[in-house]
């Protein structure tokens, strides 16, 4: 018909005109990309281009120093090859009918390529998907040798580990600074078998039973239908599961805490959670609790800032550990173990060693100090290392051992199970980040992905065709003996033991031992969860629980929520404060913190060039700020106005009122105050007002003076000036050994 004819003309001409469009003038070939590597790793120049230097080195993942082979399949060699090793001339062009033809389906090269590519993810993890890991040393003390037979514990041992750090409720892009649990486990390749140390960042635990695990899990996680919120607890589903579940309220009230978002994983506390069994060379048992405390303190972001970061640096924190490495300042943790006596109650001070929701204090019952982590390499590969490593609480050396905690019980089962799934298979201790650095000897064979090509014809006991091989080991032979603990005999029972019944005594104890700030940072985090909630009738029940720990914290959440405050229900629990559980009043190094210098054309380059050299001598970073990168006079600028923001840095040092850059907004009104806000940047009183606004320390010297003046924080707590540079880095690093100055704002809560 004439209409199929039009519309054929039409599609021609129309095919033509956009082929003009397309039509290649030969994109010329790439110029070698810039270094992407962020600060303060030391930018390196691209490799000079040339065959003879080959394939970027590969390293053992595991960094294993016991001898085990390498056997990551790295890339060799000059050339680019398809999979198989056969050299290719092209891989920017398939292989087609004529310039303009279809694409042909013998293209071998295309189609592994592409179906590669198709096949790159793996399901993330279930919960604690977004992750970050470090490879470092374990050294012991041998103070626990008395306690357990574990060959890693022996005095001057070294083990080497890798250590995963994750939140717990978001998927894997989501963002480092939400209010969560913060994982911290930890792979000991010891040479008498792995030992994983599965901990988080909290001492407790949501639930006392895993059958409750995928509970609580499903009411944190985003909401079935729209899939919002992403890798947060202010939402309706967790706190109708809170609210209702109150074995969840000492668990969540650490969520509330600063301990909710913290300022870098190199500032977190670990914690086993559970009771251990350790057993001696002699046999002997007692119970104890794992602890990591970072060398650095315990610190954490304000809320304001853990929010701004979601936004502008969504990688904060692997950022921050990375950074850190490469930097040097390697982070340290100590380990240490609370150790009970293993008598038949299991309970120590009357405190219930097998119920994961209860800590003991440390006041009760010190931390003793077992050895020494170092995190000293980050990883070569992301996916090969950080992704695929797989733990596992059943994990354990000769030396360490689980208890009947119910909690435990149930990950005994879920962390190998899990793999199956997400590394699909059973020989995931196969890959390179997962093997052990002890001989494996296990008999167990096949299966998808097996890497192994074994030898011999009997993977059987008892065999004689293998010789007898492999042979069970005796007690000098470092075996693995399981604790012969007694097993009562009980009638079966779905049920707990009378004493998880408390679920807001040691809620109360930990409200009780904090900081007046520490008291208001809760207060507003109850206040802006809830406040997030829709049901009314969800917030009327977690204030019955506030009511329940604290009528002080129940009340002011109250007037926040408008909602009246409840009465208790229960007697108030007449608890001890237990001041080792409070982040605040003591001093800590300040070794491998950031601090911002704002420099410009008018600072003071000397000053900043001697302070920028004492920062380093004292193993801190110093970023510059200008307003334009490159140089100012001969010192490099690491941040401008419009890429520096006041989140990255833990104190602000002012050398300069820089006048608006270029590329600042246009004031508003070119009227109204023109003069004051002409004469120095406005990002840089936004700088200043968000330092100050989050307690972090304040200096200025020279014409740095005036921008505090502008800011309107001129002779506030934590603001100081002096003469010269060096004098007001003396004073702000006194004030950064107490972390922030909450001087400035004098806590409303009791
Ligand atoms: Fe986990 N947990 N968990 N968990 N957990 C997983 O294992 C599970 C619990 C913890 O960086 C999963 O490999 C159950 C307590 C960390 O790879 C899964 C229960 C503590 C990590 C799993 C708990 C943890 C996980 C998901 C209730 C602190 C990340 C992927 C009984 C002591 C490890 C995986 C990494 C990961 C199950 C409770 C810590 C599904 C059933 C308590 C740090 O197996």
Known sequence: ????????????????????????????????????????????DPLPPGKEQGAPETRTPTGARTGAPSTANGQQGTFLTTSQG???????????????????????????KITHFDHERI???????????????????????????????????????????????????????????????????????????????MPVFFI????????????????????????????????????LHTEAQHHTMWNMSDRGIPRSFRTMEGFGVHSFRLVNSAGETVLAKFHWKPRLGVHSLVWEEAQLL???????????????????????????????????????????LLDPTKIVPEELAPVQPVGKLMLNRTPTNFFAETEQVAFHVGHLPPGIDVTNDPLLQGRLFSYVDTQLTRLGGPNFSQIPINRPHAAVNDMLRDGFHQDAVHAGVAPYRPNSLDGGNPFPAGDAEHAFVDVPVTVA?????????????????????????????????????????????????????????????????CAQVATGLGLPAPEPTVPLADVAPSPALSQLGRQWPTDGRTIGIVVGPDSDLDGVGQVRREVFAVGMVPLLIAPHGGMVGDLPV?????????????????????????????????????????????????????????????????????????????????????????????????????????????????
């Open 86 to 112: 056969a050299r290719l001339r092209d891989t920017d062009h398939s292989l087609k009918a004529g310039p303009r033809g279809p694409v042909l389906l013998q293209d071998h090269h295309l189609r592994e």
């Open 638 to 750: 690491q941040r401008t106005f419009a890429t520096g923001r006041s989140v990255e840095f833990d104190a602000l040092l002012l050398a300069a009122a820089p006048a608006p850059a270029p590329d600042a907004l246009p004031a508003r009104d070119a009227e109204a105050g023109a003069a004051d806000s002409a004469s120095v940047d406005p990002r840089v009183l936004l700088l200043v007002q968000e330092c100050w606004r989050h307690a972090k320390a304040v200096g200025a010297w020279g014409a740095g003076v005036t921008v505090l003046d502008q800011a309107g924080v001129t002779g506030t707590p934590g603001v100081v000036t002096g003469d010269s540079g060096t004098a007001v880095l003396t004073a702000v690093r006194q004030l950064m050994t107490a972390h922030r100055v909450w001087e400035r704002f004098p806590a409303s809560v009791a």
């Open 1 to 44: 018909s004439n209409f199929a004819k039009a519309a054929k003309g039409a599609v021609e001409a129309a095919a033509e005109k956009v082929a003009d469009v397309l039509a290649p003038e030969v994109p010329g070939a790439p110029g070698s990309a810039p270094p992407t590597v962020a600060e303060p790793t030391t930018p390196h």
């Open 310 to 352: 979601g936004g502008i640096d969504p990688d904060f924190h692997r950022r921050d550990l990375y950074d850190a490495i490469e930097a040097g300042a390697y982070p340290e943790w100590e380990l240490g173990i609370q150790v009970f006596p293993d008598i038949p109650e299991e309970t120590f001070a009357g405190i219930d």
């Open 489 to 553: 005999e009980a009638p079966k029972v779905r049920a707990n033991p009378a004493s998880f019944d408390d679920h807001h005594s040691q809620a109360r104890l930990f409200w009780l031992s904090m900081s007046p700030v520490e008291k208001e940072h809760i207060v507003r985090a109850y206040t802006f969860e809830l406040g997030k909630c829709y049901h009314q009738a969800i917030k009327e029940r977690q204030l019955q629980s506030l009511a329940n720990i604290d009528p002080v914290l």
């Open 208 to 243: 006392q039973d895993a059958i409750k695990f995928p509970d609580v899990i499903h009411a944190g996680k985003p909401h079935p239908d729209r899939e919002i919120p992403q890798a947060q607890s202010a939402h309706d589903t967790f706190w109708d599961f809170v609210s």
């Open 123 to 201: 399901p993330e993890r279930v919960v604690h998907a977004r992750g970050a890991g470090a490879h470092g040393v374990f050294t012991a003390y041998g103070t626990a040798e008395a306690v357990t037979r574990a060959g890693f514990l022996r005095k001057g041992r070294e083990t080497d580990v890798f250590v995963r750090f994750s939140t717990v409720l978001g998927s894997r892009g989501s963002a480092d600074t939400v209010r969560d649990t913060r994982g911290f486990a930890t792979k000991f390749y010891t040479d008498e078998g792995t030992f994983d140390l599965v901990g988080n960042n």
